[in-house]
């Protein structure tokens, strides 16, 4: 059975910076895109990053770029959103997910990302 | 900007009866390899989305086959040929071909 769990979250102040973990199982890890969309309250579904199989490629939304960076440890059946300069509109729950035929088709529950002074 | 917009906003829909999702992209989705690269989710109260619909109108494993997806470049439909109860959620058209990915606002489904 497929299956990606998220990890990381919590309470951060404004600007301050949070790590996040996706640890996947049941499927050939290093042969998945994989991504991480988010919710904010009150919003609806915002793609946030993506990353191919091995690494080399990753794609981010206008939003997060600069700011965020997506990788992977396929040894340890990984993925990782490093995010910095948080800001309040980043407060969201944040779904890992694996994607293929350019669709996401395995979520995870999801990780609250709360940013507050 | 590419924009995704999706109609209605809202859906009232009595059990039983059929309900439809419009969702246009300002772009078409038509990928040289023949498939239209968008995709449908839903995301019920509580709990993470799930794919209903891949590749335009492919339906995801485990997905009941009372939700079809069609449609080509840049109008798209999900229908629902009877809705039950459980169907309530939040829907979701989202595009795979222009970077960066996007989703449209989401349809709230509510049983009358």
């Known amino acids: 059975e497929v299956q990606v769990v998220e990890s990381g979250g919590g309470l951060v102040r404004p600007g301050g910076s949070l790590r996040l973990s996706c640890a996947g199982s049941?499927?050939?890890?290093?042969?998945?895109?994989m991504g991480w969309v988010r919710r904010g309250p009150g919003k609806g579904l915002e793609y946030v990053a993506n990353i191919n199989g091995d690494g080399s490629e990753t794609g981010y939304a206008d939003s997060v770029r600069g700011r965020f960076t997506i990788s992977r440890d396929n040894a340890q059946n990984s993925l990782f959103l490093q995010m910095n300069s948080l800001g309040v509109e980043d407060m969201a729950i944040y779904y890992c997910?694996?994607?293929?035929?350019?669709?996401?088709?395995?979520w995870g529950q999801g990780v609250l990302v709360t940013v507050s002074s | 900007d590419f924009v995704m917009t999706q109609s209605p906003l809202s859906l009232p829909v009595t059990p039983g009866e059929p309900a439809s999702i419009s969702c246009r992209s300002s772009q078409s989705l038509l990928h040289s390899s023949g498939y239209n690269y968008l995709s449908w989710y839903l995301q019920k109260p509580g709990q993470s989305p799930h794919l209903l619909i891949y590749?335009?109108?492919t339906r995801a494993s485990g997905v009941p086959d009372r939700f079809s997806g069609s449609g080509s470049g840049t109008d798209f439909t999900l229908k629902i040929s009877r809705v039950e109860a459980e169907d309530v959620g939040t829907y979701y058209c989202m595009q795979a071909l222009h970077s960066p990915i996007t989703f449209g606002q989401g349809t709230r489904l509510e049983i009358e």
């Open positions: 997910a694996t994607a293929q035929s350019a669709a996401f088709d395995n």
């Open positions: 049941g499927f050939y890890f290093g042969n998945s895109w």
């Open positions: 590749l335009g109108s």
